[in-house]
């Protein structure tokens, strides 16, 4: 896959990955409430809507740099930061650690699910993209070569 038609995916993978995730993390704060918790004897608290809040706002961020740093040609901590934000959906796993969690309205079991496979496709494009990422950059952006010593 050419640079240019993987930066087309890209776009398209984060645009509907953040959509997604704001459809999760807004019910997430709105409603926390709503959503199932764990028990006094688990190992992992609860995160409080304020956690889920500024947690959308790192995980994005983390997105956007990898964004931006694609668009700069460098692949391999491009993926770094696009692993990072892939996290984002990938935490929606948590949800189904807690007894419960399969009780919730179908539409936030939508919503919970897309954005685990949201964040699974963007951890499988940063990995792909780090594993190509020599490929991706067009001999013109390359550096010269060393001469062997």
């Given at each position: 896959m050419s640079y240019l038609r993987a930066t087309r995916v890209l776009c398209w993978l984060l645009g509907i990955a953040v959509l997604v995730s704001v459809v999760h993390?807004?019910?997430?704060?709105?409603?926390?409430?709503?959503?199932?918790?764990?028990?006094?004897?688990?190992?992992?608290?609860?995160?409080?809507?304020?956690?889920?809040?500024?947690?959308?706002f790192v995980f994005t961020a983390l997105g956007a740099v990898g964004l931006l740093l694609w668009f700069r040609r460098h692949i391999t901590t491009s993926a770094v930061f696009l692993t990072g934000y892939s996290v984002s959906g990938l935490i929606g796993i948590a949800h189904y650690t807690v007894p419960g969690a399969t009780d919730m309205v179908w539409w936030r079991q939508a919503h919970v699910l897309a954005d685990i496979v949201?964040?699974?496709?963007?951890?499988?494009?940063?990995?792909?993209?780090?594993?190509?990422?020599?490929?991706?950059?067009?001999?013109?952006?390359?550096?010269?070569?060393?001469p062997a010593s």
């Open positions: 993390y807004v019910d997430n704060y709105v409603n926390h409430d709503d959503f199932p918790v764990p028990g006094p004897d688990s190992a992992v608290p609860a995160p409080s809507a304020t956690l889920v809040a500024v947690g959308w949201c964040g699974a496709a963007v951890l499988g494009f940063a990995l792909w993209a780090a594993k190509n990422s020599d490929d991706l950059i067009p001999p013109g952006a390359k550096p010269p070569a060393r």
